[in-house]
């Protein structure tokens, strides 16, 4: 924790700490660190090349929380670029049941921050015993989850001290992007690609914010909201809701546009808004289906994402145009975290260290 | 719906349609369907063997809703019995974005009450076309699943009309066991279980009612809960929650355990109640570990499922103990449908026909 009190910081007119200041600090090293991560790219393109050789029948995401987000984007990464079936695997199936399944042909991708979640640590364990080539992508250098596996990749974030994840997310989504284009053969077109991203996001993280205030401010008194995403956009859905979770204790759902249909749509009114991510691929029209359907129960939509301007909504945060679809979760994820740390600030709630959080989270 | 006009049914004392009615005879008559069910075993042991003889390297799951919740059920069961590896599969993968995944090595288990889920349908074209062995799970008999499928199971749940599914839901659970049992080698074991399930069933229904009328009163304010399970209980998590949602315009959100710690725990606080189902299995410590959490942090619990007891809860609906760990969660899920048919008519919501929603959903 000493490069964060001696790190340059905003202080507050009566001296003490900013109600989230440091939450605010790390969404905006995001670009940074997402060129820190492409001075890893050779590192990225020779354990591409080693899963390649193996040829897996199934990629094993696991994690919890915003690592459980990015696994949801690496199910659209590696089946859209090196077209392997990937899948969020049930930890607890490996963990608590000891489940004797097959995971020779199996690649294992554990995401973890820390690098100390005891279960995460505990499935590579029992993965890499059962036969798969196990893989850490980890934040702490050194850390238990490394030493577990069979290989590890540098997620290359630099520390992260606010208990809401937001540069190590953001890097999990570009390590994914980079492994799996590496499989597939085009390992620079995406390193070119997310360094094209990381100016976008420097461009755009400042007239953002500024775009986000008077929305945040307007929601000072919501109580429940759903985030709605479809495909590559779901890990958006899921990660914006837990960050208003976490952050503005607001009770966020995250749902695919369809399954909002399949039951939620009945709950919504004028005081359950809803947040949807409407990007410029394949399933935007069943977002913007989705909206329609949302606006009719007449709740309040914010869109965001590149192609917010096509959703009828209430409020339109849009974000540059990805250089590919692929990509385009890394910026559309942006106005939710700022979202959430402008709303918490207004509600009076500390970002930095939510109530009854930390860092490191050791619960199983 | 001539059969819903013409069946017997309750009469309000001012000659209407009572509320929920439909919704809460549908769950007395899981029992029944349940057995009717098993009078397909020898259909079900025929399908087991045939994908037992493939030896499939994966079983995909697919469904939207409920379907998608028991699905959530057989990532467990097929686990656990035959040692399979199932997922619960992204249907816009190959549906949005026509992904050239191999799934000639795979097994579809698609589940849709109507057979007509419009994704639903397309995912098993593209699957089978892509070399997968296909299986309609379904009530809709002669249906478009049915027809695009290479094989059909029955449900066999009878005619269902409420729109929250109940009796589909759990026949969806123990077609699934059913199957995964016979790839095991263990189908009478299972439809022995299923059977004493049911005449447990029967035992538990009305104790249940009228042990969940005076908890479902105190919630008439609620706005906001999460339901809480782990492993082969998360199914049941999800499911509960959905009818929470849908029947009472809660917003319920699902979480394992686990994942209540990454995050969601700092929204709780007294006016968030979290339902919690604890089952007698290797899960529970984990379970037992959330909900002290859930207590530190002043939350109200509803503690279910046969181990309910060994949670520190304001109010506890305890059921049978299944004959096997295994089959628990066609047990669990009742109090919590039983909860939301009487919060729903304490709420003066019709759960028969929730606003906004309709029993085939063909949003894409």
Redesign the interface.
Known sequence: MEKLVSSPSPVSPLGGHLLGEIFAREIHEQPEALRRLLEHEDDYAALARVIDERAP??IRLVG???S?NAATYG??AF??LP???A?R?????SV???????FS??VVLALSQSGRTP?VVEYVKRARARGAFTVALTNGSGSELEQAADATLPLAAGPEFAV?ATKTYLNQLAAIALLAGGIAGRGPELADGLRATADLLSQSLYPLEAAVRPVATSFAYV??M?AIG??LE?ATAREVA?KL???C???A?PL?A????????????SL?PVWTIASR???L??VI??AT?VR??GATIVASGSAAGEIDASYTLPVPVAPSPLLAPLLSVVPGQLFAATLAQVKGYDADK????NKV?I??
């Open positions: 029948a199934l919890h929380g915003s459980d199910v659209y089946g859209l077209r392997l079936t899948v695997d049930s930890i607890s199936l608590y049941y000891d489940a004797a399944l097959d042909s199996s279960d809401a109580g429940r759903y479809r495909g779901f837990l979770t976490e952050s204790r607001i009770a759902g695919t369809t399954d909002l249909a399949h039951g939620p749509v009945a709950a919504l009114d359950f691929d394949e399933s029209p069943a289906e989705a359907r009719d129960a939510p109530v009854g959080l989270t619960a199983r």
